[in-house]
C-alpha cells in the first residue's frame, strides 16, 4: 500500500490525498481480497473515471449555458433588440429545455464537434488544435526534467537526512513551495532576461502553427518556471518516502545483518520508497498541467492556457468549454494513471495475484 | 497558488485527545521556539504593516499622473513611475490592502465551507458521507485556476465574486482533510461515550470532535492562506481580477511588466512583497505544523 506515515509537515503528504475515490477503494478492495479482486477493481476505478468526467461535463455545460450570460446575447451584444436576441436563441436551440441541450451538447462534444468561436468566428477544433500541442509539448519538457530531478534530489536528501545537502533541499523546497509560479517566473525573467543579466528571451514568439522547440532558447524560462514550481512537491514526497523506508523494521534489520549501506538503499529503500513517488509523479503532471494557465500568459507562449485567458477575456463561451474540458479530461487521467500504476507496482498486489 | 494544492494536504494525527497546552494560543506560543516560525512573522507581519498603513501613507492617490510614464527613481518619486505615470511608491503601498483582506476573505471562506463539509461527511456515517465527497471529487477534478476562471468568466471579476470563487476553490480540499480527521476523530471513545450519553450530535461536533481537529484545521489555515494570496494576485495578474484605476499588486505586475527594461521597480517590488508574503506564511505554516509533530509523535511506519 502506499499510506505514508500521516505527517503533519506540508511537504510530506499523503499519498492518496487528491486521488479521488481512491482512498477509500483503494483501502478496502485491496486489504481485503487482493488478487483476483484487482481487476475489478482497476474496472471500478475506470469506470470511476468516466462518471467523474460526466459530472465534470454537466458542470460546465451548466456554468457557462444556464448562469446569466446567454450566448445569443453574447455573440450579438448589448445592442441588440430582444427580438433578434430570440430569433437567434431559437437558431441556437437556446429555447430548449437545458437537459435536451446539455444532452445535444455532450453529444457534440462526445463526437469532436466543439462549435465555433465566437470571437474568432472559426471552429473552435481549428482554434486550439496546435495550441494543444505546444500546451503538450510544454507539459512533456516540464516534466522530463523535473520528475528524474525531484527524485534524485529527494532520494539523496532523505538517504543523507540532516545533512547539508538534505538541509539545503529543505530550504529551497520550503522557499520554492509558497512562492506563487507567476512570482517565480518574473523573478527569473527579471534576473536573466532584462534587468539584472541579459542572456535569455523573456517572451516566447512563435508565428502560428510553428513548432516551439524551433526556437529552444525561448523555452528555457517557461520550462524552468515550471519545473522549480512542481520540483518541491515530489522532492519532499519522495524525501519523507525514503526517511520512513529507512525506519522501517526490515531495513533496520538488513543494516543489523551487514549488509552493506549501497545494497540496502538499492534493495530494500529506493524500490519501497519509490511506490508513492508513483501517485506522486501522476499528481506533479495533473499539477504542470494547472500550472501552464498563468505560466503560458506570463511568457506570451501560444498554448492552451493563454487561450483560456484570452477567452475568459472575450468570454467566448465555446472556447472556454472546449479548454476547460480538455484541462479536466486532462487532469482526471492523470489522476487515473496514478492509482492505477500504483496498484501494479505494490509489491504485496504482485505476489498476491 | 494553485500549487499542489489538492496534494499538500496535512493532517496532524491527533492519536489521542489532544492537551489544552498543545492547541490554540498555547500551540502558536510554543511554535515561537522555532526559528522558522519567527522569521515566518517577522515577513508576515511587516507584509501586514504595509498593507494597512500604506494606504494611510500613500502620498498620492490611486490613478494620480505625477509625471510621465515610466520615470526612473527621482527625489519625490522613491520608485519611479508606471505605466501611465503614477507614483509607483504609493501604488505599492495602496495595493497590499486588497491583496491581504482578499486572500484572507477567501480563506476563512474556503477553511470555513470545507470544515462543515468535511465534519457532515465525517460524521455522518451515512450515504451523505459519500454523496458530500463524490461532490467534492468532481470539483476537484479541475486545476484549481481553470476553476476558478470558470467561474470568473460566468459571474464576473467584483473583489467579492473573486474572494468567493477562490474560497470555494478551497472547500473541497479542506473537506478532505477535515473528513479525514473526524473520521478518526469519531471512532474513539469519549466520543462514543458522549454519544452513549445521549449528547446531541450538534453538541459532540461543537465540543469533542472540533477542538480535537484544531491542530490540523490551523496548518490548512496556513497552507490555504498561503495558496490564496498567489491565487488571488494571480488572477489580478491575468487581467481577470480588480481593474484599473485600483491599485493591486497582481495587477501592477500586469501593467508595468511591458515596461520592465525601462523602469522595472513598478514590478519587482510587488513581485518581492508578494513573495515575502508567501514565504512568510508558508514559514509560519511549518512552523506550526513542525511543532504539533514534536508534541504528537507520529504513529507507525511505511
Known sequence: MTHLVPDTEPGRAHVADGAGALETDLGLELNLAPGRRRHFWVLRRLAFGLLTLLAVSILVFFATQALPGDAARAILGHTATVERVALLRHELGLDRPLVVQYVSWLSHVATGRLGDSLVARVPVTELIGHRLVNSAVLVFLAAIIALPLSVIAGAVAGSRRDRAFDHGVVTATLGLTAVPEFVLGLILVILFSTTVFHVLPGVVLLAPGQNPLSHPRQLILPVTTLVLAVFPYLTRLVRGSVIDVY????????RLKGVPERVVLRRHVLPNALVPAIQGAALTLAYLVGGIVVIEYLFNYP????????AVSSRDLPVIQAIVLIFATAYIVFNLLGDLLTVYVTPRLRTAD | ????????????PASERVPASSRGPGLLRRSLGQSRMRIGLVLSAFIVLVAVLGPL????????????PYQAPSRGLPLGTDYLGEDVFSRVLLGGWTVLWMSLAATVLGVGAGTVVGLLAGYSRSALDDVLMRIMDVFLSFPVMVLVLLFISMIGSKGWVIVIVVGLAWMPQVARVVRGATVEVVSREYVQSAEALGAPRRQILAREVLPNIATPLMVEFGLRLTWSIGLIAAISFLGQGLQPPAADWGLMIKQNRQGLTLQPWGVVVPVLLIALFTVGTNLMTEGISRTVARVTPPEGTA
Open chain 1, 303 to 310: 498554448g492552451l492556457g493563454s487561450a483560456l485567458t484570452d
Open chain 1, 247 to 254: 525506519e522501517a523494521e526490515y531495513v533496520r534489520m538488513a
Open chain 2, 1 to 12: 497558488m494553485s500549487r499542489m494544492d489538492t496534494m499538500m494536504t496535512s493532517s496532524a
Open chain 2, 57 to 68: 501613507l500613500a502620498p498620492h492617490g490611486a490613478g494620480e499622473l505625477v509625471g510621465a
